[in-house]
């Protein structure tokens, strides 16, 4: 990507909590502050904690993002730990919508995913070496360009139920298949070293 095109952007960094942050999510999103003064781009930072679930917070941010004129929103999750220029690596690649491979906070370990052709399973998206197409990723470090959310119908996060009131569809694949069925292309980095944290790193 043209720097100077990175130069002009404005970022959106939301964080949604209703419990406590992670340590380590604190020292991670503090280091990519850090690691951004210098580069160009200004950071606009909300972290709702008041909705009754994560999408109600999630839409919040959108909200947030717009009437700040923030260029992208970066979601992170409160018990994420990442390197200091994810940032930096997800805006290079100047896809719409791009997120990271992270374990799920359970065992066995595996990536919030939906895969689509290109890649098919775990294994093989550990060999991957640049981005890749897939067909829902988890928002827990994704970055979206905020333009995007414009053009779908609110709201961008919510939940599918079974009958018997059991989850059908999590508020992550939720916003995924809004953004599929609008034309926009879902984008995979396996690149970046992302942690789920729980009773270790998962």
């Known amino acids: 990507m043209d720097e100077e095109y990175i130069k002009n952007k404005k970022i959106c960094i939301g964080i949604p909590s209703n419990r406590q942050f992670q340590s380590e999510t604190v020292l991670s999103l503090a280091r990519m502050i850090a690691h951004t003064k210098g580069l160009g781009y200004d950071l606009f930072i909300t972290i709702p904690t008041e909705g009754f679930n994560i999408a109600e917070n999630r839409n919040y941010t959108v ?5 700040n004129t923030c260029d992208y ?3 992170s999750d409160d018990d994420m730990s990442y390197p200091e220029d994810t940032l930096e690596r997800l805006l290079s690649h100047d896809k719409d919508v791009i997120g990271t491979l992270y374990n799920i906070r359970r065992l066995p370990p595996a990536y919030v995913i939906q895969y689509g052709q290109e890649v098919k399973n775990d294994e093989e998206a550990k060999k991957q070496t640049k981005p890749f197409r897939c067909e829902a990723i988890g928002t827990g470090m994704l970055l979206v360009k ?3 959310f414009k053009k779908l119908s609110s ?3 919510g939940y599918k139920w079974h009958d018997n009131g059991m989850v059908e569809m999590s508020t992550d694949w939720f916003l995924c298949e809004k953004i599929r069925q609008a034309g926009y292309e879902i984008w995979c980095d396996p690149t970046i070293i992302i942690k789920h944290i729980g009773n270790y790193f998962y």
């Open 146 to 148: 905020t333009d995007i």
């Open 63 to 67: 909200a947030q993002a717009i009437k």
């Open 155 to 157: 709201p961008f996060f």
């Open 73 to 75: 929103i970066l979601f």
